[in-house]
C-alpha cells in the first residue's frame, strides 16, 4: 500500500484515475520526482489554467476563508444559466467582502438583446437572491469581448485589495482566467498556486502588483445545472456556442413543444401566441399535442425525441412539471441549462417540464 502523494504545487493528494478531479496526474508522472498534479503541470509549463470542480461542502468551507481576508469578490455567472451557476449564499460566506458580478458569454445572446436590461436583470436577481453587487460586467472570455473594461473596473474597485475569482463550473472561469493572463502577460513565471490553511487545493495566484493578486479559486458544482445530468456529447450540443438564432413557433392551447427530449412546454390555456425559443441552434424542437405528448416521449425518447443520447439517459432525472401563470407580456420562461422561451402577450398558463432538480423560472423579457 501506497502512502498518499501530494502535488508539489497544490498539495493535492495526486490520484491517476479521475481527470476531472483535484490531483489528477496521468500514471507516467507518478515515475517523476518531485510529482505535481496535471493542473499544476499545466500553469508551471504553459502558464495555463485548469478548473477543478470541488463539491459543495468543501467548496463552501474554501469559500469561508475569504471572508477573513480583505478582497474584492469577482463572481463569474454563465448569462444562459444564471440560475444554474449563481452561487447563492456568498454573501454569507464571504463577509463583507465587495462582489462584482460578471455575465460570461455574451457572444451567444442574440443582437437584438439588450445589454443594458440584462445587467439590471443580473443585478436584480443576485439582490432577490440576498447579494448587494458594486457593480455588473458582460463579456465574452472566450472572444476577448468586455475584458478590458473589466479589468480597469477591477483596479478601481479593488482599491489596492487582492481579487477573488468564484464560480460554478462551465461559467467559463478558466476561459476568463487565461484571457487575462494573455492579455497582461509579461512576466510569465509570476503565476503560481498558494493556498489557504484547511484546504488541500491551492488558489491560483496572478500578481497584480507587488503587494496584491488576483486568486483563481476551484469550480463549485451546482447539482441542479443540467450539464450534470447530459453526456459530454449532449452539453456540446445544448450549449450555444454561436449567437442563438430565436425560433418561432404559434401555439394554440393544448400545443407542446419538446426541446429535444430533456425539456417540454405544455400550452395548458390561453389564446393562440407566439412562443419565441432562445435554446442552441443545434437544439431539436418538436411540436406535438399535449394528449400525445406522453406516449411520444414514452416511445421515442432519445431517438426523435434527443438528445438525451444513451449515456444521457442513464443518468437522467424523469421530467417534473411545473405550471407558471404568464400574466404580464413579455415575459421568459427560463430551462436552467437550456435557454428561455419568450411569450409575447400575457394571460397564458404554461406547464414546463424538466428533469427534476433542473429550475425553471419566470423573468421580465430580456429582449
Ligand atoms: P470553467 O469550468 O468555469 O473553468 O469553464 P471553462 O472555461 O472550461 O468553459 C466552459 C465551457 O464554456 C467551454 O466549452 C468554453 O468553451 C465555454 N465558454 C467559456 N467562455 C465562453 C464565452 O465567452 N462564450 C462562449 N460562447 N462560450 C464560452
Not at 458580478?101 to 436590461?117: E, T, Y
Request: charged fraction near 25%; aromatic fraction near 8%.
Amino acid at each position: 500500500i501506497m502512502a498518499d502523494i501530494q502535488c508539489q504545487g497544490c498539495g493535492a493528494v495526486i490520484q491517476t484515475t479521475n481527470p476531472e478531479k483535484a490531483g489528477y496526474a496521468p500514471a507516467s508522472a507518478l515515475e517523476r520526482e518531485d510529482i505535481i498534479c496535471k493542473r499544476c503541470f499545466r500553469l508551471k509549463h504553459y502558464n495555463e489554467v485548469q478548473d477543478v470542480p470541488y463539491q459543495d461542502d468543501d467548496f463552501l468551507e474554501m469559500l469561508n476563508q475569504i471572508s477573513e481576508t480583505d478582497g474584492l469578490i469577482i463572481q463569474l455567472v454563465d448569462i444562459f444559466d444564471f440560475n444554474g451557476s449563481f452561487i447563492s449564499g456568498l454573501k454569507r460566506l464571504t463577509g463583507n467582502n465587495p462582489v462584482v458580478l460578471v455575465g460570461n458569454k455574451m457572444d451567444v445572446l442574440p443582437k437584438s438583446v439588450n445589454p443594458g436590461k440584462v445587467k439590471h436583470w443580473l443585478r436584480r436577481s443576485a439582490k432577490e437572491n440576498g447579494l448587494d453587487v458594486e457593480d455588473v460586467f458582460l463579456i465574452s472570455a472566450e472572444k476577448n469581448q468586455g475584458i478590458e473594461e473589466l479589468s480597469q473596473a477591477i483596479d478601481r474597485y479593488r482599491k489596492g485589495r487582492d481579487v477573488y475569482v468564484v464560480g460554478t463550473t462551465n461559467v467559463g472561469k478558466s476561459t476568463f482566467i487565461n484571457t487575462l493572463i494573455s492579455n497582461t502577460s509579461g512576466e510569465k513565471d509570476a503565476i503560481t498556486t498558494s493556498y489557504f490553511p484547511g484546504t488541500t487545493l491551492g488558489f491560483i495566484d496572478i500578481p497584480l502588483d507587488e503587494k496584491s493578486s488576483l486568486f483563481d479559486t476551484p469550480g463549485v458544482i451546482h447539482r441542479h445545472q443540467m450539464a450534470h445530468y447530459v453526456s459530454d456529447k449532449d452539453l456540446k450540443l445544448i450549449t450555444p456556442r454561436k449567437e442563438v438564432k430565436p425560433k418561432v413557433y404559434q401555439l394554440n392551447e393544448g400545443q407542446t413543444l419538446y426541446f429535444g427530449g430533456l425539456a417540454r412546454l405544455d400550452f395548458s390555456s390561453g389564446e393562440r401566441s407566439s412562443f419565441v425559443c432562445y435554446l442552441s441552434n443545434e437544439m431539436n424542437i418538436h411540436r406535438t399535442k399535449m394528449e400525445k405528448a406522453e406516449e411520444l416521449y414514452n416511445n421515442h425518447v432519445g431517438e426523435l425525441l434527443s438528445p438525451p443520447d444513451e449515456e444521457s439517459l442513464a443518468k437522467l432525472p424523469p421530467l417534473k412539471g411545473h405550471t407558471l401563470k404568464v400574466r404580464e407580456d413579455k415575459m421568459d420562461i427560463v430551462f436552467s441549462g437550456l435557454g428561455w422561451v419568450t411569450v409575447p402577450e400575457g394571460d397564458v398558463t404554461v406547464t414546463a417540464y424538466v428533469p427534476e432538480g433542473v429550475k425553471v423560472s419566470l423573468r421580465e423579457s430580456l429582449i
